[in-house]
């Protein structure tokens, strides 16, 4: 038994409804890393580890240059997953675009 199976209904609940694991992780103060052996451990199956094909994500990013934050929002995964999709993919990350002015937030 582990220590995060009291949390585990709300988590599997979470989890149906649709949260990302960023969200699930700080409602209920478990790792991320922890989420998907605790959905095995009580029968919910983990999310896919992308539930778009990485051509998608190049496709977006390169062709559309859709930045990697929109990315992550539009398909509820993390940056990193993003930028990881495209290092795969043998795409090198554009530079941060520049910060906002004070004047333009």
Same mark, same amino acid.
């Given at each position: 038994?582990?220590?995060? *199976?009291?949390?585990?209904? !709300?988590?599997?609940? *979470? +989890?149906? @409804?649709?949260?990302?694991?960023?969200?699930?992780?700080?409602?209920?103060? =478990?790792?991320? !890393?922890? =989420?998907?052996?605790?959905?095995?451990?009580?029968?919910?199956?983990?999310?896919?580890? $992308?539930?778009? @094909?990485?051509?998608?994500?190049?496709?977006? +990013?390169? !062709?559309?240059?859709?930045?990697?934050? @929109?990315?992550?929002?539009?398909?509820? =995964?993390?940056?990193?997953? =993003?930028?990881?999709? $495209?290092?795969?993919?043998?795409?090198?990350?554009?530079?941060? !675009?520049?910060?906002?002015?004070? *004047?333009?937030?």
């Amino acid at each position: 038994m582990s220590k995060w *199976d009291a949390v585990a209904p !709300g988590v599997i609940a *979470d +989890y149906r @409804a649709g949260l990302t694991w960023a969200e699930i992780s700080r409602k209920h103060g =478990i790792p991320q !890393g922890s =989420i998907a052996a605790l959905l095995e451990r009580h029968g919910a199956a983990p999310p896919p580890s $992308l539930p778009v @094909a990485e051509e998608e994500i190049v496709q977006l +990013y390169v !062709g559309e240059r859709v930045p990697i934050r @929109a990315l992550a929002e539009r398909f509820r =995964i993390s940056i990193n997953t =993003i930028r990881a999709a $495209l290092r795969r993919a043998g795409v090198q990350p554009r530079p941060p !675009g520049p910060p906002l002015r004070k *004047d333009r937030r």
